[in-house]
């Protein structure tokens, strides 16, 4: 399955920032039973590039894998040597897009504005990361829906109280300390997933 059809079919990207290698397996395992496909370790994880690898090699084609906080084309290679499939960024930098295409990737950079979105489009960019969403709210997804074709995810502030109504403008979202943090348990994570499943 390619990511637009995990997409298609869940459209929530687990955000698993602080995540260690010892916990990936059982961390992928609870969200692979609640339906949830596509899982972010973004670099600022200490020991991200392992952790990616390790998911990578649990999951298989079950599930796929890519990296948050990506900031540098050296990064995406890294990413890309480590098995990720898709490039997510917390803001928009021509160079990381290019690279991250360049090697086959999907890229999903951050934007916030109108021009960022172009410059990100212009790039290349597969879809846009509106970040930080739950600061913005939905009516400005509305508004710059009108000038931005691309799809957006939602990301930042995103929950089981406002991720219905962000589905209502954005193609999917991306779920942080809401569904994973260090120190959930695996029965928290199970049931944060199945409330975020309810909303959609």
Do not use: W
Request: charge should be neutral; proline fraction near 6%.
């Amino acid at each position: 399955m390619n990511f637009s059809d995990l997409l298609g079919k869940h459209p929530l990207i687990a955000i698993l920032r602080g995540i260690t290698a010892e916990e990936v397996p059982s961390v992928c395992d609870a969200l692979d039973e609640n339906g949830i496909k596509l899982l972010e370790i973004p670099l600022n994880t200490p020991n991200a590039f392992a952790c990616i690898e390790c998911a990578v090699r649990h999951t298989g084609g079950r599930q796929l894998t890519g990296a948050g906080t990506v900031l540098t084309p050296e990064d995406v290679e890294r990413v890309h040597a480590a098995g990720g499939k898709f490039i997510i960024s917390p803001n928009t930098d021509a160079a990381v897009i290019r690279r991250t295409k360049e090697l086959d990737m999907i890229s999903i950079p951050g934007f916030l504005t109108p021009s960022e979105g172009f410059t990100a489009m212009a790039a290349g960019a597969d879809y846009l990361k509106l970040f930080p969403a739950g600061a913005m709210g939905t009516g400005y997804v509305r508004d710059i829906r009108a000038v931005i074709k691309k799809p957006i995810l939602a990301v930042g502030g995103i929950g089981s109280e406002n991720l219905a109504d962000f589905m209502k403008v954005c193609i999917g979202a991306g779920i942080g300390s809401a569904l994973y943090k260090p120190g959930k348990s695996l029965e928290d994570i199970r049931k944060a997933a199945r409330e975020l499943a309810a909303k959609l």
